[in-house]
């Protein structure tokens, strides 16, 4: 199974995200689009991962929790890596708490070679380029300023399905940790 540790979005922040996927969506392109009830801000990918593993992340996510307080992030503007002209991932970026999430990612041992910036995905896109419309649409893009409570982690499974991929959480941690 393919796992990951992440925030899951909630309802409110899933309707505005929604609402730019319809917006962008209406400008044209060839992007594969995020179910909004799957949003989320990843913190740690593990990719493949055999179920023996489940045990040894969960007691990794118990002790980031315990050393987390919980605390705010602000959902910002849309953006795209890795430019607005060739837009390879649509997403919703942080305008605060940006910070604490580096921490988090930091205390479940996350190992990537990119820098982490948190994010939550819109979209990805087919094409090599976006559209001059899809770019319009995406400059024109309000400044959601969402700003919501970050009290838990929670461990995904990413599992094929006819639409992509659906995704199903196993387990959650409660931030605990000293303020």
Same mark, same amino acid.
């Given at each position: 199974?393919?796992?990951?540790?992440?925030? @899951?979005?909630? *309802? /409110?922040?899933?309707?505005?995200?929604? =609402?730019?996927? &319809? %917006?962008?969506?209406? #400008?044209?392109?060839? +992007?594969?689009?995020?179910?909004?009830?799957?949003?989320?801000t990843?913190?740690?990918?593990?990719? @493949?991962?055999? *179920? /023996?593993?489940?045990?040894?992340?969960? =007691?990794?996510? &118990? %002790?980031?929790?315990? #050393?987390?307080?919980? +605390?705010?992030?602000?959902?910002g503007?849309?953006?795209?890596?890795?430019?607005?002209?060739?837009?390879?991932?649509?997403?919703?970026?942080?305008?605060?708490?940006?910070?604490p999430?580096?921490?988090?990612?930091?205390?479940?041992?996350?190992?990537?070679?990119?820098?982490?910036?948190?994010?939550?995905?819109?979209?990805?896109?087919?094409a090599?380029?976006?559209?001059?419309?899809?770019?319009?649409?995406?400059?024109?893009?309000?400044?959601?300023?969402?700003?919501?409570?970050?009290?838990?982690?929670?461990?995904?499974?990413?599992?094929?399905?006819?639409?992509?991929?659906?995704?199903?959480i196993?387990?959650?941690?409660?931030?605990?940790?000293?303020?």
């Open positions: 199974m393919r796992l990951f540790i992440a925030v @899951a979005a909630d *309802e /409110e922040v899933k309707s505005a995200a929604a =609402e730019a996927v &319809a %917006r962008l969506r209406r #400008a044209g392109g060839s +992007f594969r689009w995020v179910d909004p009830r799957d949003m989320h990843t913190l740690r990918w593990f990719g @493949a991962t055999p *179920e /023996e593993r489940l045990p040894e992340i969960r =007691e990794l996510m &118990a %002790r980031a929790a315990a #050393a987390a307080a919980p +605390f705010e992030i602000v959902y503007g849309v953006d795209a890596f890795d430019s607005h002209e060739e837009a390879r991932v649509v997403w919703i970026g942080l305008s605060e708490g940006a910070g999430m580096e921490k988090l990612a930091g205390l479940l041992l996350r190992d990537e070679p990119r820098p982490y910036a948190p994010h939550l995905t819109l979209g990805r896109n087919r090599a380029a976006a559209l001059p419309a899809f770019i319009a649409a995406l400059k024109a893009e309000p400044v959601l300023a969402l700003r919501r409570p970050v009290t838990k982690i929670s461990l995904y499974a990413s599992k094929p399905a006819p639409f992509g991929h659906a995704y199903e196993l387990y959650e941690a409660e931030l605990t940790g000293p303020a």
